[in-house]
């Protein structure tokens, strides 16, 4: 929870929302990437890229789709934590760039790349060259081919103009509706013209998709990495979601598969392409300077956002922790800190700044949740500070509110149960007896995670180095994710590996 962004107002249908649905309030962001979620069939598309690239500092100051980039920049920014400014990190990533840059299909274009400050896994392209990739890709990835399987196919939506060209035919099928709606209105023939409008945008971005896909892989080996490295990583990339998942069927929607196209044949189709320079083992995979470059990259959440740790969470800045029951989930979103539990229970938690000096009693009952029983509004104390709950009831779900005013702030938890449920009550008030200030020690104890690079010792297992990790849940599985160790894989002495820790 982002420390310099006071969290919006809990909205008045929250009251209707509880358990996943409360996951869906701040899970609704719209896919920043250039690339789009659908189906992939084999598919040979024309390899030729537009011969005249728009960028930014080439083209008309008049020409509105050359500003696309430089205007989006800013969103992309603010969306995915700012930049990640790290001198290290950067000069690796330049480095990738740079290689695969001479093997463009068009050599002169100029990229802006930029390392973005999120745990998410994602890496995308705005028209005009500028390339973004999250810090929680380069985490997971385990070599240098890996991210230049990833930016070469990026770098190739920007040399095949496919930014301003889906824009176009997108502006396209939305006038066709707008005619079609106009002339039929709710008729059969109408539904029948937007359908054909959408199929013929869906099969438009996929053949961009599988285009790109193609000139990435040459890319790959023309520059001498590993070509089977798109395969690889797409493969790693699927495991990280089924991993990251709250719930196996819903996708993360700022990590790169929610925004790119997957399925087997696309990495069938990779590894075909990847074929032409040779069998599996061909090219550079650039493993050791890679891991020498992300070694001590910042993992997860930053300290402005505030720290999950295992059933707590803990703000340095804010000065502030809490508990969740046993049982319970916690995922720290850019606007609020979630946690779901069994038996449909689910807590949001954030917090804003209030100046207004007015009662906590009369904050809650100033209109901000629906279903409010007034007549349940309480002041308290809670961890020595003001605080007051309350309850609230709509649809089949009752709610407890609690609010707490520390200094200028005001912190908020929304615990929601089914209605009737036994398991209200001793939830709100175990998440109300968790909170407390953090002392002074406490601040400056806590460190943010980040990825190690160590060395296998004779006689190390994955058990017993994902047990040096700290800070993190289910430490065998993030090991051998973060690793791509597959099930009966073994390590060998004077391999090198990724951990996670605080230290």
Same mark, same amino acid.
């Given at each position: 929870m982002a420390k310099t962004k006071a969290s919006r107002p809990i909205p008045t249908t929250a009251a209707h929302r509880a358990s996943r649905t409360i996951l869906a309030l701040v899970g609704s962001l719209a896919i920043l990437g250039g690339c789009q979620s659908l189906g992939v069939d084999f598919y040979e598309p024309s390899l030729k890229p537009s011969d005249a690239p728009q960028t930014a500092e080439n083209a008309g100051a008049g020409d509105p789709r050359t500003r696309i980039g430089a205007n989006e920049h800013p969103r992309i920014i603010a969306s995915y934590g700012g930049e990640y400014r790290d001198a290290k990190t950067e000069r690796l990533v330049a480095k990738i760039v740079g290689a695969l840059t001479l093997v463009s299909e068009n050599p002169k274009q100029a990229y802006r790349i930029t390392v973005l400050n999120s745990p998410a896994v994602n890496a995308f392209a705005l028209p005009g060259g500028y390339l973004y990739v999250t810090r929680g890709l380069l985490a997971l990835a385990n070599d240098a081919s890996e991210v230049a399987a990833v930016l070469s196919h990026e770098m190739a939506h920007v040399t095949a103009n496919h930014g301003i060209e889906r824009q176009r035919r997108e502006q396209e099928v939305e006038l066709a509706g707008r005619v079609a709606d106009e002339l039929f209105a709710n008729s059969i023939a109408g539904r029948q013209v937007l359908a054909r409008g959408k199929l013929s945008l869906a099969a438009f971005s996929r053949n961009q998709e599988l285009q790109a896909d193609v000139i990435g892989v040459r890319m790959l080996g023309e520059a001498g990495y590993d070509p089977f490295a798109a395969a690889r990583f797409l493969e790693s990339m699927n495991a990280n979601q089924r991993?990251?998942?709250?719930?196996?069927? *819903?996708?993360?929607? @700022?990590?790169?598969?929610?925004?790119?196209?997957?399925?087997?044949?696309?990495?069938?189709?990779?590894?075909?392409?990847?074929?032409?320079?040779?069998?599996?083992? *061909?090219?550079?995979?650039?493993?050791?300077?890679?891991?020498?470059? #992300?070694?001590?990259?910042?993992?997860?959440?930053?300290?402005?956002?505030?720290?999950?740790?295992?059933?707590?969470?803990?703000?340095?800045?804010?000065? #502030?922790?809490?508990?969740?029951?046993?049982?319970?989930?916690?995922?720290?979103?850019?606007?609020?800190?979630?946690?779901?539990?069994?038996?449909? @229970?689910?807590?949001?938690?954030?917090?804003?700044?209030?100046?207004?000096?007015?009662?906590?009693?009369?904050?809650?009952?100033?209109?901000?949740?629906?279903?409010?029983?007034?007549?349940? #509004?309480?002041?308290?104390?809670?961890?020595?500070?003001?605080?007051?709950?309350?309850?609230?009831?709509?649809?089949?779900?009752?709610?407890?509110?609690? *609010?707490?005013?520390?200094k200028d702030r005001i912190y908020r938890f929304l615990t929601a149960a089914p209605r009737g449920s036994p398991n209200l009550e001793p939830t709100a008030s175990a998440i109300r007896s968790g909170f407390r200030k953090l002392s002074a020690r406490e601040i400056r104890s806590l460190e943010p995670l980040r990825i190690r690079i160590v060395e296998v010792s004779q006689g190390d297992t994955v058990a017993s180095l994902a047990g040096r990790m700290r800070g993190v849940e289910r430490k065998v599985d993030l090991f051998r994710l973060l690793n791509a160790i597959g099930p009966g894989a073994s390590l060998s002495a004077g391999q090198k590996v990724k951990i996670v820790t605080d230290r």
């Open positions: 991993f990251s998942a709250v719930d196996p069927d *819903v996708d993360s929607n @700022l990590d790169f598969l929610a925004s790119h196209p997957n399925a087997p044949q696309r990495m069938e189709l990779a590894k075909k392409h990847a074929r032409a320079f040779g069998p599996e083992g *061909v090219g550079d995979r650039g493993r050791d300077y890679y891991l020498e470059g #992300i070694d001590g990259l910042l993992f997860g959440d930053t300290p402005s956002e505030g720290y999950v740790r295992g059933s707590e969470f803990l703000h340095p800045v804010l000065g #502030i922790r809490f508990t969740v029951p046993e049982g319970f989930r916690i995922d720290n979103k850019a606007d609020a800190v979630l946690a779901t539990g069994p038996g449909d @229970l689910a807590v949001r938690f954030d917090g804003l700044t209030d100046d207004s000096r007015q009662s906590l009693s009369d904050y809650i009952a100033s209109g901000w949740v629906a279903g409010l029983d007034k007549s349940s #509004i309480r002041a308290t104390r809670i961890a020595g500070l003001p605080a007051a709950t309350a309850r609230a009831s709509a649809d089949t779900w009752d709610f407890d509110i609690t *609010v707490i005013r520390l």
